[in-house]
Each structure stands twice: as C-alpha cells, then as structure tokens.
C-alpha cells in the first residue's frame, strides 16, 4: 500500500509572490508558520523597491480590469491599504521597513528558496513592454542587490510579475545567471529563444490558475480548494506550478489555504520549491509571445510552442 501511493504521489512546484509591503509584513511570517507545521519548502519571490500597488486605481477605467477587482471582491480580499498603497503620494521602499527585512529573512532562514519577483511590482507589470534594456537591467540590479543585502545569499531565481515580460526582459535577466524562471503560463520546462538564439536560463511556465482567476467565475471560497485539487489530479503527469499570493493566501485566505495543504496531503499531492520540478535534462525550446488569457486583464507572458 505504502509504494502504490508513492507510485500515485503528485507532486506540486509551489510559487509564493509577495507584491507588497502589507504582503511582506503580515503574509509572509503566516505562510513560513504554515508550511513549517506542514514540513513543506516553497519558493518566494519578493518585491522589494517602492510599494505603488495602489496606482492600479487607474485601472478601473479599464472595463476589463474593474469587472475582475468586482469579481474577486478586491477590497476585501487585500484591504484598503493596498488598494490605496502610492495612490498620490511615493510608495514606501519595501526592503527599507524593519519588520519586512525580517520577514523576507524569516523566509531565507527556513531555508525556503529565494527569488526575485521585482523592484517596483506595478511599474514592471504596467510599463514593461516600453522599457529600454538599460531601464530593465536597472530595475532587477537593484531587487537583485537589495535581497541578497537582506538575506546574506543571492536571489537564485526570477518571476516576472503578473506574467508580463518581453525578449528584452529575457535577454537582461539572462545575465543574471539565475538558476531558473518562471515568466509565463504554460506547460513544462523549456529554454526561451530569443532572436533564434536559445537563452541559458530555463523557464518553467505556470499551468494552474490562482484564486483571483478562479474566484467569482462559479467558484466561491466554499469549493474553491476542491476545484484546485481536481485540476492538479487531471494534470497529473505534467510539471505542475502553483502561484499563491502573501497577500491572499498569507492573510484573508489563510485559513482556506492551510485546509487545502491538508487536503492535498490526503490525496497524495506534495508540495517542493519550485527549483525541484524542474526537469533535469531539458530539451525542448519555445518562443515566449504576449496574448490575452481568460481570468486575467490585459495580455501575458506565454509558451509559444514555437521553437
């Protein structure tokens, strides 16, 4: 019995993003308590310059991004400090408050593996697609210098925010010799090619949807734990990643997040940083386009499948 559920045992990259200072502060020390109760390593990837999460307000002129804060009731869900958070006034630097630094090395001491996610999360996920090579390179120098300030070890990896990211964010992020990123949706890992030349670092692609996709579209915090945990069963064979939020999961869904690490134990499903589902001997070469996907507003970062 014992080797057919390890013959059965899926296994699971978990992704932590951490976009805010209140994500940082709050969310993170919950989710490092949560997944030591239940012996699990994740990946983090922190957001460590100025906090300008609130500056998304503009966004609600767009029809698409207004039906989803409505949907995922956003207010609730990340609380009116994020909302408003760099609205009118310089976002506080995230790596510069006491009690974030702490948090981010409270993440690095439990030996969880540590990523960058970006300098100025808004700004990247709004401007990407006009930045210059040397604005790009700028921007993950200074999140690239300012973890490894806090934690006493190099960031190892990257994930772009919201999945927004470009050629040229690719070819600046190759410099870094990061060990692995994870930029776009998708299945499987593979290597970027750019300007027909494949790039050094793989990318692992994202395949499960998060909880602001899925919330409000027939699916409510009652089943939304289920829902997941039948689609990780269907994807069964297939590299898995699953990205959770400080902000949702490591705050107003805690609770729902820590029954779901409990209902996945029971059907054999484990979770391990994402540096563990990567595949050893990768062959396989994709382009990375920009297209619109359902759940999300405006256009992301995907597997091609052209090589």
């Given at each position: 019995m014992e080797?057919?559920?390890?013959?059965?045992?899926?296994?699971?990259g978990l992704r932590i993003d951490v976009d805010t200072l209140r994500g940082t502060i709050k969310g993170v020390p919950t989710l490092c308590s949560i997944l030591k109760k239940n012996n699990i390593k994740a990946t983090f990837y922190f957001s460590v310059g100025p906090d300008n999460m609130g500056r998304n307000l503009w966004r609600l002129l767009?029809?698409?991004?207004?039906?989803k804060m409505l949907r995922s009731k956003a207010a609730s869900l990340y609380g009116w400090d994020i909302?408003?958070?760099?609205?009118?006034?310089?976002?506080?630097?995230?790596?510069?408050?006491?009690k974030a630094r702490a948090a981010i090395k409270q993440a690095s001491d439990d030996?969880?593996?540590?990523?960058?996610?970006?300098?100025?999360?808004?700004?990247?996920?709004?401007?990407?697609?006009?930045?210059?090579?040397?604005?790009?390179?700028?921007?993950?120098?200074?999140?690239?210098?300012?973890?490894?300030?806090?934690?006493?070890?190099?960031?190892?990896?990257?994930?772009?925010?919201?999945?927004?990211?470009?050629?040229?964010?690719?070819?600046?992020?190759?410099?870094?010799n990061f060990k692995h990123n994870s930029d776009c949706r998708g299945e499987g890992t593979f290597y970027p090619i750019v300007n027909g030349e494949k790039l050094m670092t793989p990318q692992i692609a994202q395949n499960l949807p998060t909880y602001d996709e899925l919330i409000g579209l027939n699916i409510t915090s009652e089943n939304y734990n289920n829902n997941i945990i039948e689609l990780i069963k269907k994807k069964n064979k297939l590299t898995n990643v699953l990205t959770i939020h400080a902000e949702v999961e490591g705050i107003a869904c805690s609770e729902m997040f820590e029954e779901f690490l409990l209902l996945a134990k029971e059907q054999n499903i484990s979770f391990v940083p994402i540096k563990d589902v990567i595949s050893k001997d990768i062959n396989t070469t994709s382009k990375i386009i920009l297209k619109d996907m359902p759940?999300?507003?405006?256009?992301?970062?995907?597997?091609?499948?052209?090589s």
């Open positions: 080797q057919e559920n390890l013959e059965n045992n899926i296994t699971v767009k029809p698409a991004f207004l039906i909302i408003f958070t760099g609205t009118f006034w310089p976002g506080p630097k995230i790596g510069h408050n006491k030996e969880h593996e540590i990523g960058l996610h970006a300098w100025d999360h808004r700004s990247w996920q709004a401007n990407i697609v006009k930045w210059k090579p040397e604005r790009i390179y700028q921007e993950l120098q200074q999140a690239y210098t300012a973890i490894k300030e806090i934690t006493g070890s190099i960031p190892t990896c990257s994930a772009a925010p919201g999945w927004r990211s470009t050629d040229e964010a690719l070819l600046q992020k190759d410099k870094f759940g999300r507003e405006g256009t992301i970062a995907c597997k091609s499948n052209e």
